[in-house]
């Protein structure tokens, strides 16, 4: 299994201090001509909700028991702020 991205995250100040991937970091120069490939298909983005990317983030193993806690900053801020 691999780790998410603030999977050792201790405090607030670390997960305002992560560097977040910008969207120009990504090549879609090829995504057109792969969609073409499948003209025929519908194509879908595997939404996710506000306890799934937390969770992808954090890893279910230290996310979802820090949700339950009785002190959520942590939580709290990874799925409802704008981190910055």
């Known amino acids: 299994m691999i780790?998410?991205?603030?999977?050792?995250?201790?405090s607030l100040d670390d997960l305002r201090?992560?560097?977040?991937?910008?969207?120009d970091h990504l090549d879609y120069s090829g995504l057109?001509?792969?969609?073409d490939r499948f003209?025929?298909?519908g194509i879908a983005y595997d939404w996710a909700d506000f306890f799934q990317r937390p969770s992808n983030a954090r890893g279910i193993q230290n996310f979802y028991p820090q949700v339950t806690r009785i002190d959520t900053d942590f939580s709290?801020?990874?799925?409802?702020?704008k981190i910055r």
Do not use: E, H, T
């Not at 780790?3 to 201790?10: F, I, K």
């Open 3 to 10: 780790d998410g991205a603030l999977a050792d995250a201790q």
């Open 17 to 23: 201090n992560y560097v977040w991937p910008k969207i």
């Open 32 to 35: 057109s001509a792969f969609c």
């Open 39 to 41: 003209a025929d298909r």
């Open 76 to 81: 709290r801020v990874l799925m409802f702020s």
